[in-house]
């Protein structure tokens, strides 16, 4: 449950650093942009990580399955929260990329970590 701890620490350190700097539309667009990355990044640590403590060969499957999970979620998570809430589509994507990328970061080095 480390990783998990860490990647919502980081998530909310960066959110709370770039609040004070950008208007209120592009803060709440900087927050959602955060949360479905941080929601699935964590979801899918806790399975893989039990998966891998129960059942070490079932791992690859676990994860194929995820990567489509994402793949859909993803999609329409980006479909619905542009246009559903309105929010300014710049601040949004730059967030949601960021916080994509690094969390899937921390995600890989607690994988390598596991591993060995």
Do not use: H, Q
Not at 33 to 44: K, Q
Not at 62 to 78: D, R
């Amino acid at each position: 449950m480390k990783p998990v701890a860490w990647m919502i620490a980081a998530s909310v350190t960066a959110w709370l650093l770039v609040a004070p700097v950008v208007d209120g539309a592009a803060r709440v667009a900087v927050l959602y942009g955060m949360l479905g990355p941080l929601a699935v990044g964590c979801g899918t640590w806790v399975v893989m990580e039990r998966t891998y403590r129960v059942n070490t060969g079932g791992l690859t499957a676990v994860m194929i399955a995820a990567f489509g999970f994402k793949v859909v979620f993803f999609g329409g998570y980006v479909a619905v929260m542009l246009p559903l809430l309105a929010l300014p589509p710049m601040p949004f994507v730059a967030s949601f990329t960021g916080y994509f990328i690094g969390l899937y970061l921390i995600e890989a080095l607690y994988m390598r970590r596991l591993f060995n």
